[in-house]
């Protein structure tokens, strides 16, 4: 009889450690995808983050009140990662026309289609040119960080996914929202926009959306919380075109 009941009371132990961590899952839905520097291709054409070499696109918008334009060029050039070739991406933020940000992204994309992100080099610039910080540099197989994931194959509404992972310097995070029926900026107008929300355990209480349209890739942000901070694609160009506007 004591055995029965011990028998008993193992079985429903087991049942509710099972539902606990079941609904743990369910509640987080952080997406974990396997690794492997053989699953990927040089092309990075997903619908919602495409990235041809050659092509620039020009951002607008305001931090805080002040004046901003990002001007991001996707670089034909490439940098070896953990044994993956990974798509280098300038992207310059100027405020009130200076250049205080300088960055190169590096990106990669698996056989299924999803995005990975391999870290960055980042560089504060002050008014007169001088690098005054490179906080929020990092690179994956380095101290520890792990590549992220910056756009999903197949993205559905609650999926959260890390795009950084780089303990205690760049560890931002992803939530799929959902699509947005249709959304103008200065750049057009586009139907099913896919919708994010960001944020980092780094920064509590900031929170940014940003929206995505098929074929082109990002087209807008806005700080929701924690901020007063918008962006919007004003123009693409491609290589066979003029370079960039940064004049504009």
Same mark, same amino acid.
């Given at each position: 009889?004591?055995?029965? &009941?011990?028998?008993?009371? %193992?079985?429903?132990?087991?049942?509710?450690?099972? =539902?606990?961590?079941?609904?743990?899952?369910?509640?987080?839905?952080?997406?974990?995808?396997?690794?492997?520097?053989?699953?990927?291709?040089? &092309?990075?054409?997903? /619908?919602?983050?495409?990235?041809? /070499?050659? =092509?620039?696109?020009?951002? &607008?918008?305001?931090?805080?009140?002040?004046?901003?334009?990002?001007?991001? *060029?996707?670089?034909?050039?490439?940098?070896?990662?953990?044994?993956?070739?990974?798509? !280098?991406?300038?992207?310059?933020?100027?405020?009130?026309?200076?250049? *205080?940000?300088? *960055?190169?992204?590096?990106?990669?994309?698996?056989?299924q289609g999803n995005v990975?992100?391999?870290?960055?080099?980042?560089?504060?610039?002050?008014?007169?040119?001088?690098?005054?910080?490179?906080e929020g540099s990092w690179?994956?197989?380095?101290?520890?960080?792990?590549?992220?994931?910056?756009?999903?194959?197949? /993205?559905?509404?609650?999926?959260?996914?890390?795009?950084e992972f780089a303990p205690?310097?760049?560890?931002?995070?992803?939530?799929?929202?959902?699509?947005? #029926?249709?959304?103008?900026?200065?750049?057009?107008?586009?139907?099913? %926009?896919?919708?994010?929300?960001?944020?980092?355990?780094?920064?509590?209480?900031? !929170?940014?959306?940003?929206?995505?349209?098929?074929?082109?890739?990002?087209?807008?942000?806005?700080?929701?919380?924690?901020?007063?901070?918008?962006?919007?694609?004003?123009?693409?160009?491609?290589?066979?075109?003029? #370079?960039?506007?940064?004049?504009?």
């Amino acid at each position: 009889m004591k055995g029965k &009941r011990l028998l008993v009371s %193992v079985t429903m132990m087991l049942a509710m450690l099972f =539902t606990a961590t079941t609904n743990v899952l369910a509640k987080s839905n952080i997406i974990k995808l396997p690794f492997d520097p053989d699953n990927f291709v040089r &092309r990075i054409d997903n /619908p919602y983050f495409p990235l041809k /070499p050659g =092509t620039t696109f020009t951002y &607008r918008g305001e931090t805080d009140g002040t004046p901003t334009r990002d001007v991001m *060029t996707v670089t034909h050039q490439t940098k070896v990662i953990l044994g993956v070739t990974t798509t !280098v991406v300038h992207d310059q933020v100027y405020e009130d026309g200076v250049l *205080t940000e300088d *960055t190169l992204d590096w990106y990669a994309q698996d056989k299924q289609g999803n995005v990975w992100y391999f870290g960055e080099d980042t560089k504060e610039l002050d008014e007169n040119g001088n690098v005054i910080s490179t906080e929020g540099s990092w690179q994956a197989g380095v101290d520890g960080a792990e590549p992220g994931i910056v756009m999903l194959a197949h /993205p559905h509404k609650g999926d959260k996914y890390r795009q950084e992972f780089a303990p205690d310097i760049a560890e931002d995070m992803a939530q799929v929202l959902g699509f947005k #029926n249709s959304l103008c900026v200065p750049y057009g107008c586009f139907k099913h %926009v896919l919708v994010t929300k960001e944020w980092t355990p780094l920064e509590p209480g900031v !929170v940014e959306n940003k929206y995505y349209a098929k074929g082109v890739g990002f087209i807008y942000s806005e700080m929701v919380k924690g901020g007063d901070e918008t962006l919007a694609l004003v123009r693409i160009r491609h290589q066979s075109s003029d #370079n960039n506007d940064e004049n504009d």
